[in-house]
């Protein structure tokens, strides 16, 4: 099984005959998708063979190789099929026209990505007997390692002066397991931060002020609306809101695995978040952050973008990482004099409450993964009291002293 997605990468400044061949074969594409799109107009023509028949020996005549011209078929087509698709759902529309946007459309056989040292290649193939012309790509770091997966239908556009070619990366759905050292990197979600992310060496936060103020900025719309009786107003914000929190949760998650695939065999370590709100008690603006929150959004989110890139995701309980002692393991509410400072009552460790529950997560998520998953069951009543210590003391087992997670 496969999962197929989309990179954009730019052609490294084309040299003005490649550029003119660009631009004179977007031109000729253009133009057969547009004969293509006439003929379906005139003579009523739906399905994909029709239409083939149509355009596919005109788009040959005009010197488009074969992938070419099957590919402007296969525009026409769906530009086609679009419209009678609207027609169908009675919205007013009117027949498609070619877009000045429409790029080549380079089929599979007609193009390869090859590395060449430190470089990639887009090698496209003009006709049967004239050599492949030659575009070096501007491939950003984050996509090297996807090149070689190319496969597919791709397609060559022009974004104001530059030209770009979307390539369609072939991913195997298989995870490869990694032998040797592990880096755990431990992911702490909160309020006042959204998130705090602890690597070996470094902490990162996110502040979580901004979603905050977002939220009680369309909480205080949508009072306002109500009180007009404007559900309409109300309906249409909601759309709003929603997709300014993915987007965030997108950018965080994004940057959290990209910092993650520096690290030597990265191990991330998210909190299993199932009931939290049962475990919330605040005031009533609290339990509607707590609620409306797009926690899970963020965990699935790295969870996805981090199994597309291989790093193997551990979840761990996170009851009472927020009052643990990563140091001696001393687990107390007195530890947490306020809300965003820890102080072991027991060792006199201190540090961000934020960063200790960072660190409590990465250690959990490393003790899972010797010891397999613990027991994810949470008796009623019975909550929080729960240290690092107890499971190994146990067995008789010593954990691991993660001092190198703790900076002094
Ligand atoms: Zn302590």
New binding site residues.
């Given amino acids: 099984m496969y999962n197929t997605e989309c990179v954009t990468v730019k052609l490294a400044n084309p040299t003005k005959c490649k550029r003119e061949w660009l631009e004179q074969t977007a031109n000729t594409f253009s133009h057969i998708v547009q004969i293509g799109l006439n003929m379906a107009k005139q003579e009523c023509l739906f399905s994909r063979v029709d239409i083939h028949n149509a355009v596919y020996h005109t788009a040959r005549d005009f010197g488009l190789n074969a992938e070419c011209a099957r590919m402007s078929v296969n525009a026409a087509v769906s530009l086609t099929h679009m419209y009678y698709g609207l027609r169908k759902v009675q919205k007013r529309v009117s027949f498609p026209k070619v877009r000045s946007s429409q790029g080549i459309g380079l089929g599979v056989k007609a193009y390869k990505v090859v590395q060449s040292k430190s470089r990639f290649i887009l090698f496209v193939s003009v006709s049967k007997n004239s050599p492949h012309l030659r575009f070096p790509l501007c491939v950003p770091n984050r996509y090297r390692y996807r090149m070689p997966l190319v496969y597919g239908d791709a397609k060559l556009f022009q974004r104001g002066h530059d030209w770009y070619v979307s390539l369609p990366i072939r991913i195997p759905q298989t995870p490869t397991v990694c032998d040797g050292e592990h880096t755990f990197i431990g992911v702490d979600l909160g309020i006042v931060k959204h998130a705090t992310v602890s690597f070996p060496d470094k902490v990162l936060f996110f502040n979580g002020k901004p979603a905050r103020q977002k939220r009680e900025h369309f909480a205080n719309l949508r009072r306002r609306y109500q009180k007009h009786h404007r559900l309409d107003r109300v309906r249409q914000r909601k759309g709003k809101e929603t997709n300014w929190m993915t987007d965030l949760n997108h950018k965080i998650s994004r940057q959290i695995v990209d910092l993650s695939t520096l690290y030597s065999n990265p191990v991330i370590v998210l909190e299993q978040l199932d009931g939290i709100r049962n475990h919330v008690h605040g005031s009533k603006k609290f339990n509607r952050m707590i609620a409306s929150w797009a926690f899970r959004q963020l965990i699935d989110f790295i969870n996805y973008k981090a199994t597309r890139e291989n790093i193997p995701v551990v979840f761990c309980d996170p009851r009472g990482t927020s009052k643990t002692?990563p140091?001696?393991g001393?687990s107390t509410r007195s530890n947490r004099p306020t809300q965003s400072q820890f102080r072991?009552v027991?060792?006199?460790?201190q540090a961000s409450a934020d960063y200790v529950g960072a660190c409590n997560i990465t250690a959990r998520g490393l003790y899972a993964l010797v010891h397999g998953p613990s027991d994810m069951a949470r008796p009623q009543g019975q909550t929080e009291e729960i240290s690092l210590q107890p499971d190994g003391a146990q067995t008789g087992e010593q954990l691991p002293v993660y001092s190198n997670l703790v900076s002094s």
Wanted: hydrophobic share 10%.
């Fill in positions: 002692c140091k001696c001393h072991c027991a060792c006199g460790y």
